[in-house]
């Protein structure tokens, strides 16, 4: 996971970035081209990255964009913009979404159609939103369908593929139903045990 980067360099990546989208396929399950959930091992014992679950993307020169997506912070938006109505109304917490920029909001939203020409398309149905209009009319029109994030996760070129190698991830499917999962309370524990059980199984079909 690559360390902070400076304001404007997160802007320049992000839009070289969106210049990259696709729509994803049915299936996801190879971390070099199409976006997926990791699951942290229970071995990697981070003090950030431990018990985590992640949604990644690639983006182009085998390098990846990420949100921690069961994170939970104390801080609301109502906290964040007081003298904002429609933030007071959003009563679900903003997310650590990362070590990377965690002073800029970032937000996954869940619908079918692209919420505008900055927006970076994660799934058939999942967005990242950047730009400060956007978000704001999906904090005002959208938030029952969306996630705040503080901060995201960056890999620099064939970080995460070592970092799979090396045993630290599950890798699983992407699902923005998962993703937007109103509480993440025991999530990881559950995607641990089912992803546990599943390569138990292709290791004994081999």
Request: charged share 25%; hydrophobic share 45%.
């Amino acid at each position: 996971m690559t360390a902070r980067r400076p304001l404007a360099c997160l802007a320049s990546f992000v839009m070289a970035a969106a210049a990259l989208c696709f729509t994803a396929p049915t299936l996801a399950v190879e971390a070099d081209d199409e976006p997926v959930i990791l699951v942290a091992k229970p071995a990697l014992r981070d003090r950030l990255y431990g018990a985590t679950i992640l949604i990644a993307k690639p983006i182009g020169n085998d390098r990846h964009i990420g949100f921690i997506v069961n994170r939970p912070t104390p801080v609301t938006l109502g906290k964040l913009f007081p003298d904002h109505a429609p933030s007071q109304k959003v009563i679900d917490p903003v997310y650590l979404g990362g070590p990377v920029n965690m002073e800029v909001l970032f937000v996954l939203v869940q619908q079918r159609k692209s919420p505008g020409r900055s927006s970076m398309q994660f799934t058939p149905d999942l967005f990242l939103v950047t730009e400060r209009n956007l978000v704001d009319h999906i904090i005002e029109t959208g938030a029952d369908h969306a996630r705040f994030f503080a901060g995201l996760v960056l890999w620099a070129p064939g970080e995460l593929r070592t970092e799979i190698d090396r045993g630290f991830w599950y890798v699983d499917d992407a699902d923005a139903n998962l993703v937007l999962r109103k509480s993440t309370e025991g999530l990881w524990e559950e995607l641990v045990r089912r992803l546990e059980i599943r390569a138990k199984g292709i290791r004994a079909a081999l």
